[in-house]
């Protein structure tokens, strides 16, 4: 999928959706992101900027937090213009579901 929307195969304004979808997806959404920050300047340069911040909507469900760290990090390394509010949210709803995860993970019988 990855190849195809970076090859236009995808039309463009339907690439972040797809990209999020993976991001999103409770097996694969870490190996996904690690190819979206992998082809990030690809997909820069073939995802509208207006849309490009939508890529990252999924991104609260990478609740790991070593995950939660990577992708602070690549963010903060990598500032999306015009979408500096939108991903200061996302990463607020990633925080929250950092903590929950590791409430939920001190309650017996909880996980």
Do not use: C
Request: glycine letters at 6%; charged letters at 30%; proline letters at 6%.
């Amino acid at each position: 999928t990855m190849d195809r929307i970076i090859a236009g195969e995808i039309r463009n304004q339907d690439s972040f959706w797809l990209i999020a979808v993976m991001v999103g997806n409770r097996k694969s959404g870490d190996a996904a992101w690690d190819l979206v920050t992998s082809r990030w300047d690809e997909l820069v340069a073939v995802i509208p900027p207006q849309n490009l911040r939508r890529v990252l909507d999924s991104i609260p469900a990478r609740s790991k937090p070593d995950v939660a760290d990577r992708i602070r990090s690549f963010l903060e390394a990598h500032p999306i213009p015009g979408g500096e509010l939108y991903v200061g949210q996302q990463l607020e709803r990633l925080d929250v579901r950092v903590r929950l995860r590791q409430a939920e993970q001190e309650l017996p019988g909880i996980v």
